[in-house]
């Protein structure tokens, strides 16, 4: 659940104070994989919540099918309902490929599958439908992940040396462990201030500044109704708890 919880605010940390509608995808077969706007968010049939309202761009796959796009539009406190049928894919036919992006700084060297790789000027690492191994080399260690790309898909990947501690990507509501005023939002930068300790980040960026050192952790700030989500290690970072 808390997984399923991450991924839904990975959709949605890009959304601000704007008004938000829900999406409900069912599909046939079910247990199709869905993303909206290039980021994964669970297998149909699945609500979305928090979206803001406007157009989206929904993917469906699911092996043996062929993928389809969707083009919906989210109004404002309602929910949008999308039933998709899949139809089956041609025997033989080939699986369009989809891109790894991988965030963080300090990359030296990059390779999928022992190749060496190089990202084009926006990030992406063009990559076939399946699974790769991809490795990545900085001046702090090296990080080796089984990354699974899917057709006409992003895959993001968070950079981060094994030689430092694992961070958790599990985000939880700031409100449970800040007390009111500790927390402000102003328009997509976020600003903790709490018992000596200062912490910025901005909506849709991983990348924090915690009392003046930059850590990188596997989800953003999101907003999600009217509570903002922030990754566990950055409330602790600041001193929150459960236990106020």
């Not at 609500?47 to 043996?64: E, N």
């Not at 963080?104 to 399946?130: E, H, N």
């Not at 990507?169 to 300790?197: F, M, N, Q, T, W």
Request: net charge positive; glycine share 10%.
């Amino acid at each position: 659940m808390l997984r399923r919880l991450a991924a839904i605010a990975a959709c949605v940390f890009f959304l601000g104070a704007v008004p938000t509608g829900s999406l409900y995808v069912t599909t046939l077969p079910s247990s199709a994989d869905v993303w909206v706007d290039g980021i994964y968010v669970g297998r149909s049939p699945l609500v979305i919540d928090a979206l803001g309202a406007g157009h989206h761009t929904v993917g469906i796959a699911k092996a043996g099918w062929s993928p389809q796009q969707l083009d919906v539009s989210i109004a404002a406190a309602q929910t949008t309902f999308s039933s998709v049928k899949l139809p089956p894919a041609k025997p033989g036919t080939p699986l369009a490929p989809g891109s790894i992006v991988l965030h963080g700084s300090d990359l030296q060297a990059v390779s999928v599958d022992g190749m060496p790789a190089k990202p084009g000027r926006d990030g992406s690492i063009p990559a076939s439908a399946g699974s790769h191994q991809v490795a990545v080399r900085t001046s702090r260690g090296r990080m080796t992940r089984e990354v699974q790309v899917w057709p006409r898909t992003r895959t993001d990947v968070l950079v981060q040396a094994e030689s430092e501690p694992a961070r958790p990507s599990i985000v939880a509501p700031a409100d449970d462990y800040l007390p009111a005023g500790a927390v402000k939002i102003d328009g997509e930068r976020i600003v903790i201030r709490y018992v000596g300790h200062e912490a910025v980040g901005h909506i849709g960026s991983t990348t924090y500044r915690i009392d003046g050192r930059v850590r990188d952790y596997d989800a953003a700030p999101a907003l999600i109704g009217n509570r903002l989500y922030l990754p566990i290690g950055v409330l602790t970072a600041v001193g929150g708890t459960t236990d106020r």
